[in-house]
């Protein structure tokens, strides 16, 4: 996967329909299903869970994150 | 309703007239119903009650909330 | 009212004349009569007042309020 | 005069030459007479004072404020 | 020097050649002989000293200032 | 290395497929493989690890880190 | 050098090749050989060093620093 990967919104191309890691700032995360992105890293995400210190905290499901609050986003390995 | 999502804009199109939890930076919550939202996220709802630790504290009715303060948009399952 | 809203400064636009109460970051509440925004959402109240716990805490008068700092905005009902 | 805002602006080309009241992020304020502004909002003051708690801090005289420090802008009334 | 102010950076202009305090973000105070300005309001001052509760702390000689940290700028009187 | 260096993102440009650490806003650090940026400074890193205090803290992979969060990108040597 | 200093951005073209000290946003300072920058100030210098209450911390060696988190940039006398 990494071989292809070009410019950075590649990963994010490659990872729709993937379960994904989101570390936003303020130290919130929520993995769930990423479903869409755009330019401003705006993402939506089917079946999310907010975790905290590594436990799943609380299901959020369907959802909009704005692409300002998020630090980095990761394909779950 | 997750598999016709595109682009992010269209989960907020598809939510117009339900209601929705907006998770505001700094930990405020406000839900609402949907009215109307443009693309720099902002947004208005109607019937807007902000939550504090799960439990509604603030009724605040009709409401325009600027998109540089939402951290994620969620439509009630 | 809410029913004609279709975009989100259409509400801005039908709270012109009337008392809205305005959350800025930080805590900060004012209440006044909207007289004017921009696309900014730069605001003009007159009879504004400064709000603490729910109560009045200083009279501002008229007062231009740069719209990066506010949070939301909501007539008064 | 609040009769003649139509846009936010307005408030500020009727305060030219006239005593105002800046808040700045972060509780500072400042008292001067306006002298000149901008689009964004920078702003020149002349016979500035800081005020601290509603007591007279420290006298600037003339000075150039960046708009993006301020919260509000207010004539004194 | 007041009078013939019609735009915020006329003050800056007037200023070049001449002793400024800058106020920066988080207390910080630098004075120093204004060389050079621009629209984002980038500073570059010659015998720049760093001041701390009205005390000179530091000397910094010649430096250029990134304009998003200024909140205030005014010619020494 | 240094040498060919132009303008910044000849650095960046350089160090693909090289280990870099990235010194995050709030003290966060990652290591890993730099696959791609853009000039944003969105970056792709392969085979990243979270460092807390020059030790290794969690194992994070593939990963897309906005450039916002970015104080400063270099080579390992 | 003063003497020929019109545009900020002039100080960084003559120091090229110099050493500089950056201070950066929350504290930390670097110091080292300035390669490249840009408009944005985003800047790559060569044999770096974090430095922290007036000594040297940590070696970076080369490294991309982010216009956005830097406050000042000083060559060394």
């Given at each position: 996967m990494a071989n292809t990967i070009e410019r950075p919104l590649d990963l994010l191309n490659q990872s729709r329909g993937k379960e994904v890691l989101l570390q936003l700032k303020g130290e919130k995360q929520i993995v769930g299903t990423l479903l869409a992105f755009d330019i401003h890293i705006n993402i939506v995400l089917s079946n999310a869970r907010e975790i905290e210190n590594g436990e799943p905290k609380r299901n959020i499901g369907l959802v909009f994150i704005r692409?300002?609050?998020?630090v980095y986003i990761s394909p779950a390995s």
């Open positions: 692409g300002d609050t998020i």
